[in-house]
């Protein structure tokens, strides 16, 4: 190649640079969106961990064991976005997001306050082989509500206990918990949300112990007792 060729080859690529570099910088410039996360958090009900002790539990038996279900998620709350709602007007909080998906995070929230909290139960990982209940969860809310320009975080959200055998429903209730914030500011925002989710995760802990606590296992963990004329029946 000649040094002309070379001079102008060197000549077009330096050109090419400077022409993106020149775009680049007509890019429009947008702010990072900050990132938060909640979840359990035990120091909040320690006091009551320590207070129950091994309270509830037999010696020498093991916990009862549960899976997972359905955790289905309100489908404007369920992503990285926060949503905040005002009478009749949803919008999502600009420029601030969750680390990752909302229903992800909370999931694992119930995972963390059952190893850290539960006393006679226990979240089972090897599947519904393993284990002769089912828990179900559909979250209604998980948002924040502004009233007179004052926020307050509300998650709530219905549970159900199925046992496996028979598909009889062993309790079902609904939990909610709502926490007001001083200041509509984000970083007080998630601290909110830490304290709902811990409160409702608590309280869902609490309601699986009572339900299963009503229900006699036999010598054999699969076998349970049949149901009574008043038990339900799920679907029907």
Same mark, same amino acid.
């Given at each position: 190649m000649s040094a002309l060729m070379k001079t102008v080859k060197v000549a077009a690529l330096a050109s090419a640079a400077l022409a993106l570099s020149g775009c680049v910088? *007509?890019?429009?410039?947008?702010?990072? +969106?900050?990132? &938060?996360?909640?979840? &359990?958090? $035990?120091?909040?009900?320690?006091?009551? +961990?320590? #207070? !129950?002790g091994t309270a509830g539990r037999?010696?020498?038996?093991? $916990?009862?064991?549960?899976?997972?279900?359905?955790?289905?998620?309100?489908?404007?709350?369920a992503g990285d976005r926060i949503v905040t709602v005002e009478g009749s007007e949803v919008a999502y909080v600009a420029e601030a997001r969750? @680390?990752? !998906? !909302?229903?992800? *995070?909370?999931?694992?929230?119930? =995972?963390?306050?059952? #190893?850290?909290? =539960? /006393? @006679?139960?226990t979240l089972e990982p090897?599947? $519904? @082989?393993?284990?002769?209940?089912? *828990?179900?969860? =559909?979250?209604?809310k998980f948002e924040t509500d502004y009233k007179r320009n004052r926020p307050t975080v509300s998650v709530a959200l219905d549970a159900r206990l199925i046992r496996l055998s028979d598909r009889v429903v062993v309790g079902q209730k609904f939990i909610s918990a709502d926490?007001?914030?001083?200041?509509?500011d984000m970083s007080l925002m998630a601290d909110g949300y830490n304290q709902a989710t811990t409160q409702v995760v608590t309280s869902l802990i609490d309601f699986s112990e009572d !339900? *299963?606590?009503? &229900?006699?296992? @036999?010598?054999? $963990? /699969?076998?349970? #007792?049949?149901? =009574? #004329?008043t038990q339900k029946v799920e679907g029907l």
């Amino acid at each position: 190649m000649s040094a002309l060729m070379k001079t102008v080859k060197v000549a077009a690529l330096a050109s090419a640079a400077l022409a993106l570099s020149g775009c680049v910088t *007509l890019l429009p410039k947008t702010k990072p +969106a900050q990132l &938060y996360r909640f979840g &359990y958090t $035990p120091e909040l009900v320690e006091q009551k +961990a320590e #207070a !129950a002790g091994t309270a509830g539990r037999a010696v020498g038996m093991a $916990p009862t064991g549960i899976v997972f279900g359905t955790v289905t998620f309100p489908q404007d709350s369920a992503g990285d976005r926060i949503v905040t709602v005002e009478g009749s007007e949803v919008a999502y909080v600009a420029e601030a997001r969750w @680390t990752s !998906a !909302a229903s992800g *995070l909370f999931k694992d929230a119930i =995972s963390t306050g059952f #190893a850290r909290g =539960s /006393q @006679t139960v226990t979240l089972e990982p090897r599947g $519904p @082989t393993a284990a002769n209940f089912r *828990l179900d969860i =559909s979250v209604r809310k998980f948002e924040t509500d502004y009233k007179r320009n004052r926020p307050t975080v509300s998650v709530a959200l219905d549970a159900r206990l199925i046992r496996l055998s028979d598909r009889v429903v062993v309790g079902q209730k609904f939990i909610s918990a709502d926490i007001p914030v001083r200041k509509s500011d984000m970083s007080l925002m998630a601290d909110g949300y830490n304290q709902a989710t811990t409160q409702v995760v608590t309280s869902l802990i609490d309601f699986s112990e009572d !339900a *299963l606590a009503n &229900y006699a296992q @036999t010598a054999t $963990p /699969q076998e349970m #007792a049949k149901p =009574s #004329a008043t038990q339900k029946v799920e679907g029907l």
